[in-house]
């Protein structure tokens, strides 16, 4: 039998497909275990009104008002790790307070997350019974009127469901259709109610814009001092290298002319010799003092730009390099900046620890944000705990509202990628 003209007949196809779909059975699944969770949701909103309620009396109920926040943020997380194993959802949630003093304890108690948090199990606990139960009646509704074309011959004479006879084969087929169309509207409904769901969890969870602002103030603070304490190494390092090399080249041009000096008229030969060797000396210091300041801000990158600079690196690295820089204009100094010391570092990197074959840079710009991706295909493994200066690198992109991310599964490939304001 043909249910009609063939674009109807796909249009049902294509219906019936996407209600019995993964996604379709993820959201039932979801609806259904938060209708199971009604009754835990409840529960702190329950002990912190008898809390509050038996507090007057003698301060009877008092314990029981943090034995609510507390059953609420386990409540809370719990709910967050049921949506991400049924469907992989996550929420950025809010930075906790730090510390372990009892106004941080108060805060984590007492503080606005909590009361989001308590607030949170109490509207879950009306939608999970009032969503959840209305697509589990609709659906159980849907099975039992879909049976009874099969049970409705087996019923009394005269049974009678919804002004249907349903003991008669005319009732009992009505009876069918309307079961089937009510499992497809429960069917349906899933997806909508599932979405509102996510998104109410999402806007009661998630983090606001003072969490980010706080979160932004945290990662700061943190990574200032990292920086400040980077810097002295560095500038230890400075202080070292130029003691040790440049300095002491000076000190030998100093004392050799001073010779040549005492001999300029006794013996022109020797003093011009010691001349030759202070002049071999002050160009072994420059190349020194060049070296050193080539790491601090090389002249070719304020000069020509980020793509001469890289060029040259490049060109250093042990490892062969594919460089592809794509870039309309030049982006702020300070972007440039941290762009070259980011891949500088990451191609030192590459050559002291990936044992790589070859390496890949890509410098290119994606609207407002100067986007490098920096590749190898070494071991991998690459982890910023283990001191790869990979958390450098991160608090040097952060310091300018830039982002890093680092993918190194054991065997490669590595993939760095890094976005920061194309006017930092």
């Known amino acids: 039998m043909r249910l009609g003209p063939p674009r109807i007949r796909v249009a049902l196809r294509r219906a019936a497909r996407g209600l019995t779909s993964k996604d379709a059975r993820d959201d039932l699944l979801q609806l259904l275990t938060t209708l199971a969770m009604s009754p835990l949701y409840a529960v702190p909103a329950v002990v912190f009104t008898v809390g509050a309620c038996l507090t007057p009396l003698l301060l009877v109920g008092l314990p029981l008002l943090p034995l609510a926040m507390k059953l609420a943020a386990w409540i809370a997380r719990l709910d967050l790790e049921r949506l991400h194993v049924l469907r992989g959802f996550a929420v950025d949630v809010p930075v906790s307070a730090p510390g372990k003093g009892w106004k941080d304890r108060l805060e984590r108690l007492f503080g606005q997350r909590a009361w989001r948090e308590l607030g949170f199990t109490a509207v879950m606990t009306l939608w999970g019974l009032g969503a959840g139960g209305l697509v ?60 509102t769901e996510s998104a109410l969890v999402a806007r009661m969870l998630g983090a606001n814009r003072v969490d980010h602002l706080v979160r932004r103030m945290r990662d700061l603070e943190d990574s200032r001092s990292r920086m400040v304490d980077a810097a002295e190494l560095e500038r230890q390092r400075i202080e070292r290298d130029l003691h040790d090399g440049a300095q002491q080249r000076l000190l030998s041009v100093a004392m050799s002319l001073g010779r040549a000096k005492s001999r300029f008229t006794r013996d022109p030969e020797a003093a011009q010799a010691l001349v030759i060797a ?38 250093r690295c042990p490892v062969p390099v594919d460089l592809s820089v794509r870039l309309p204009e030049r982006p702020s100094p300070r972007a440039e900046a941290v762009a070259y010391y980011v891949v500088s570092e990451l191609l030192t990197n590459i050559a002291k620890h990936a044992a790589a074959e070859r390496a890949g840079v890509t410098v290119r710009r994606d609207e407002d944000l100067l986007r490098l991706t920096v590749t190898d295909d070494g071991a991998g493994g690459a982890d910023p705990a283990r001191g790869s200066g990979i958390s450098g690198l991160r608090d040097r992109v952060r310091a300018v509202d830039g982002h890093l991310t680092l993918s190194s599964p054991l065997g490669g490939p590595t993939v760095v990628d890094v976005t920061l304001p194309w006017r930092a």
Do not use: C, N, Y
């Not at 099975?143 to 004479?157: C, E, N, T």
């Not at 060049?290 to 690196?313: N, W």
């Open 278 to 315: 202070a002049h071999e000396e002050a160009k072994a210091a420059m190349q020194e003092l060049r070296d050193v300041t080539r790491g601090l801000h090389p002249a070719i990158l304020t000069e020509q730009g980020i793509e001469p600079a890289l060029v040259t690196i490049a060109a």
């Open 136 to 195: 589990l009646a609709v659906l159980a509704a849907g099975v039992l009127l879909a049976l009874l074309p099969f049970i409705g011959p087996l019923l009394p004479d005269g049974s009678s469901l919804l002004g249907l006879d349903v003991a008669s084969v005319p009732g009992a087929v009505a009876g069918g259709v309307v079961g089937l169309l009510l499992l497809l509207a429960g069917l349906w409904l899933g997806g909508p109610l599932a979405r």
